[in-house]
């Protein structure tokens, strides 16, 4: 571990000076040395493979400002703006709104501070997105908050993953900002790039976009609709995936008081094996973690009715 993380951080250091060096020479020089490391420096699969959540949650932010200043030289760059949409939101939802999840239970004040920089970083990760997708489609905008429904068809299989992080970020900073109402009234542009996408490819990423529609039917308390995109992530995934169960427990069975099969599928995430997923094993070990903080917390969920020898003795 101790050699791993040595070699990550010199790989950084290394990136750190070719961008330092590029931004710093003639325009063409500077282009040529950002295109040929940029590659190496957003691949999702370098950090969502990782198993030591630390790591990731140490190195993002000082990557994420690198691909800024990449994208402050050259705006429509898109291989650096889809990045900064996929790390802004996964540095808010794996370490911000996990670190206010832990939070809330005995520190409101923090909890709140911890979810208006998740919120925030959700909506600077829904503006790169959105910026990307400009460059192939222009005024795509301002075409999906006027008609999200005719906007969405001019989207192609090609699409589905910046439509994943694009309409992922947006909902969840709308999550965040329900008393918002100018967020609010962009839901039905975030839903439909996510519908647009599963409509496209249900199995990308062996059923994430059916996790996302777990959280968005029962924000609409349609939990029957919310079991069976969970039974279909799950059928994808063949299993091997915490998120979903985490998902449908924290946002269905809370709601519909069901204590037993909150714990039942809480139990079922803990157990699985991160290493059986390497391409998710960060969000599997994240997964994970919030299933034990929610178990840890199952009294303050659910409200457990008195039995009938509890209540004759407090009426004695």
Known sequence: MRQKREFLNRWFCCCAVVLVLALSVGCSLRSMAVNAVLPTLVNPAVYLSEEDPELVREALPFLLKTIESIIEADPKHQDALRFANMGFVLYGSAFLQEDAAYAEWDDYVLASELKGRAQRMYLRARDYGLRALEVDYPDISDDLRLDPETAITIFE????????????????????????????????????????????????????????????????????????????????????????????????????????????????????????????????????????????????????????????????
């Open 157 to 316: 299989s090609d699409d589905v993953e910046a439509l994943y992080y694009l309409g992922g970020a947006w909902v969840l900073g709308i999550s965040l900002g329900l008393a918002q109402p100018s967020l609010i009234g962009d839901l039905p542009s975030a839903r439909s790039l996510l519908q647009r996408a599963i409509e496209l490819d249900e199995d990308y990423s062996h059923g994430a976009l059916h996790d996302a529609f777990i959280a968005l039917e029962a924000m609409d308390g349609s939990y029957d609709n919310a079991r069976e995109h969970f039974e279909r992530a799950v059928e994808l995934s063949e299993g091997k995936r915490a998120g979903p169960y985490v998902s449908f427990a924290s946002h269905v069975s809370v709601a519909e008081e069901n204590r037993q099969e909150f714990e039942d599928l809480l139990a079922v995430a803990i157990a699985i094996d991160p290493d059986d997923d390497p391409a998710n094993r960060l969000l599997n070990i994240i997964a994970q973690r919030r299933a034990q903080n929610l178990l840890d917390h199952v009294d303050d969920l659910f409200f457990e009715p008195l039995n009938e020898t509890d209540t004759n003795q407090e009426n004695q």
